[in-house]
């Protein structure tokens, strides 16, 4: 079965240092990747996804992310956060052609000045 | 604009009473989920519907029922079966053609009374 691990539960950081956010997934085949993001009492939006080619992809609000079959992670970092970057955000695994997401527990992201 | 609406923002539930959440979306998508988010759990599959008419139950069905008799809605109803319904809930969709990005709305926070 698919499954997420997030290892980070909460991580703290200061404005204008960079972030990096772990995720390693369990799938037997490739798999689909996506990193969401969750404001307090907000839905999901998608920050990036990897379906197949270029390992290293680019998403919205400055994000890239990394996937290595040979670690099975697929790491979300960003050079310099912003305090708007404050938020919960979560992994996702998903094999091809299936309808179904798995989710990591998510990781809080909290911005000190 | 096209997306995901939920409501209400808020619902409260008394013992033994049953409530409904509804989730529209005019993005013209076949499939819609449903999900439960609890801390420190990430996101929990409830019910998906791939098409019109049919669905199937997630990971955690027990207690829940949906329907879909239209392609554009898909509401949840929380039954007096489930015991612990104190809940962020959300609902998503994706065109249907496969693995694709999910598109989610604004939650639902159901409190017991």
């Known amino acids: 079965a698919q499954s997420v691990t997030q290892p980070d539960i909460h991580i703290t950081v200061s404005e204008g240092a960079s972030l990096e956010l772990r995720c390693n997934y369990s799938y037997g085949a490739t798999p689909y990747l996506f990193w969401y993001v969750q404001s307090p009492g907000q839905g999901l939006q998608l920050l990036l996804k990897?379906?197949?080619?270029?390992?290293l992809v680019q998403g919205i609000k400055g994000f890239e992310a990394e996937f290595k079959r040979s670690q099975s992670s697929f790491n979300l970092r960003k050079p310099s956060v912003h305090w708007s970057d404050a938020a919960e955000y979560f992994c996702a695994v998903g094999p091809s052609n299936d309808y179904k997401l798995s989710f990591g527990a998510g990781t809080t992201v909290t911005v000190r000045a | 604009d096209g997306g995901i609406t939920q409501s209400p923002k808020y619902l409260f539930r008394k013992e033994g009473q049953n409530v409904t959440l509804s989730c529209e979306q005019n993005l013209n998508h076949d499939a819609m989920y449903w999900y439960r988010q609890d801390p420190g759990q990430g996101l929990r599959l409830i019910y998906y519907?791939?098409?019109?008419?049919?669905?199937q139950k997630g990971d955690i069905a027990e207690g829940y029922s949906v329907s879909r008799e239209k392609k554009e809605s898909f509401p949840l109803t929380v039954t007096s079966a489930q015991k612990n319904p104190t809940a962020f809930y959300l609902c998503?969709?994706?065109?249907?053609?496969?693995?694709?990005?999910?598109?989610f709305g604004p939650g639902t926070r159901l409190l017991v009374l």
């Open positions: 990897y379906f197949s080619g270029d390992t």
């Open positions: 998503a969709s994706t065109p249907g053609q496969g693995q694709e990005t999910q598109y």
């Open positions: 519907s791939q098409i019109v008419n049919d669905f």
